[in-house]
């Protein structure tokens, strides 16, 4: 086969994907529970925002994580049915963030759908997990992730590396909230562009509280391959506990709570309002 044949390949199933793409970003179910998994996460960013609470006050120990909200659901009466609920929206979510990979005009719109399918995806397996009736700890799963990747070939080197990312990923957030960067995503969803203060203002906190949990969380990663020790990277629940160890951390983690709550609130609205 020579090299135009090979080409011709090559467009075609690009092309057909794009097809198959553009039909599941455009049909209305997929849209719907799409809809429905910016819903779970505001849900969870509420739980995790109260179980953070709870641990500056002394009064909870489940992990403040998406582990630990999903527990707290499971346990609820009628809360398996509601993960399955769950599952599905997320599942559909991860579909949706799919179709920009093929769909998105711009590169980092493309990266931005590869990587969101896979964190949804995975989000959507672990909330089947509870679902069914198992459980799983983000924490665990992250100090064995590290620890694998510690025994590797230059593992200290990529762990620290991926730290960075998740330093920079926390980092942007605060700045997306700082200067109100999300409004962009709503706007273009309402034609009007107008979708009120209160949810601007829900915004603004949340994504710089979740920039702080997400910048500490990288920074314990960092120093996880620094010391080639996987247990400082046990997950978003260590970076919640050790920004309430510092001074004033009590009141830092329940403000840093109050934060993600808001957080979820604005997921929530998101859900309405952003273009799909």
């Given at each position: 086969m020579d090299?135009?044949?090979?080409?011709?390949?090559?467009?075609?199933?690009?092309?057909?994907?794009?097809?198959?793409?553009?039909?599941?970003?455009?049909?209305?179910?997929v849209k719907m529970m799409a809809r429905g998994g910016f819903i779970v996460m505001g849900v969870l960013h509420i739980l995790i925002g109260w179980i953070a609470f709870r641990i500056a006050t002394g009064s909870g120990g489940e992990e403040a994580s998406n582990s630990g909200a999903l527990g707290t659901i499971a346990d609820a009466p009628g809360g398996q049915i509601l993960l399955w609920v769950a599952v599905a929206a997320l599942a559909a979510l991860a579909l949706w963030r799919l179709t920009q990979l093929f769909l998105g005009e711009e590169l980092k719109d493309k990266a931005k759908g590869g990587v969101l399918f896979v964190v949804f995806s995975s989000l959507a397996f672990t909330t089947a997990t509870f679902a069914r009736g198992g459980s799983t700890s983000d924490g665990d799963t992250a100090t064995d992730v590290t620890a694998t990747v510690l025994e590797q070939p230059w593992g200290a080197a990529l762990v620290i590396i991926a730290g960075l990312v998740v330093l920079g990923v926390g980092l942007y957030s605060i700045y997306n909230g700082a200067t109100k960067r999300f409004k962009?995503?709503?706007?273009?969803?309402?034609?009007?562009?107008?979708?009120?203060?209160a949810?601007?203002?829900?915004?603004?906190?949340?994504?710089?509280?979740?920039?702080?949990a997400f910048a500490?969380?990288?920074?314990?990663i960092v120093v996880a391959g620094w010391k080639s020790?996987?247990?400082q990277a046990a997950g978003l629940d260590a970076a919640l506990r050790t920004l309430g160890e510092q001074p004033f951390g009590?009141?830092?983690?329940?403000?840093?709570?109050?934060?993600?709550a808001l957080y979820g609130l604005y997921s929530i609205a998101r859900a309405r309002y952003i273009e799909m």
């Amino acid at each position: 086969m020579d090299t135009s044949s090979v080409g011709n390949v090559g467009n075609k199933a690009k092309d057909k994907a794009q097809r198959h793409a553009g039909k599941a970003n455009e049909h209305p179910a997929v849209k719907m529970m799409a809809r429905g998994g910016f819903i779970v996460m505001g849900v969870l960013h509420i739980l995790i925002g109260w179980i953070a609470f709870r641990i500056a006050t002394g009064s909870g120990g489940e992990e403040a994580s998406n582990s630990g909200a999903l527990g707290t659901i499971a346990d609820a009466p009628g809360g398996q049915i509601l993960l399955w609920v769950a599952v599905a929206a997320l599942a559909a979510l991860a579909l949706w963030r799919l179709t920009q990979l093929f769909l998105g005009e711009e590169l980092k719109d493309k990266a931005k759908g590869g990587v969101l399918f896979v964190v949804f995806s995975s989000l959507a397996f672990t909330t089947a997990t509870f679902a069914r009736g198992g459980s799983t700890s983000d924490g665990d799963t992250a100090t064995d992730v590290t620890a694998t990747v510690l025994e590797q070939p230059w593992g200290a080197a990529l762990v620290i590396i991926a730290g960075l990312v998740v330093l920079g990923v926390g980092l942007y957030s605060i700045y997306n909230g700082a200067t109100k960067r999300f409004k962009e995503d709503l706007e273009a969803g309402t034609g009007s562009g107008n979708v009120g203060t209160a949810i601007v203002g829900a915004g603004m906190a949340g994504y710089i509280a979740r920039g702080i949990a997400f910048a500490i969380l990288g920074i314990l990663i960092v120093v996880a391959g620094w010391k080639s020790d996987p247990e400082q990277a046990a997950g978003l629940d260590a970076a919640l506990r050790t920004l309430g160890e510092q001074p004033f951390g009590s009141v830092l983690l329940i403000f840093t709570g109050i934060g993600l709550a808001l957080y979820g609130l604005y997921s929530i609205a998101r859900a309405r309002y952003i273009e799909m």
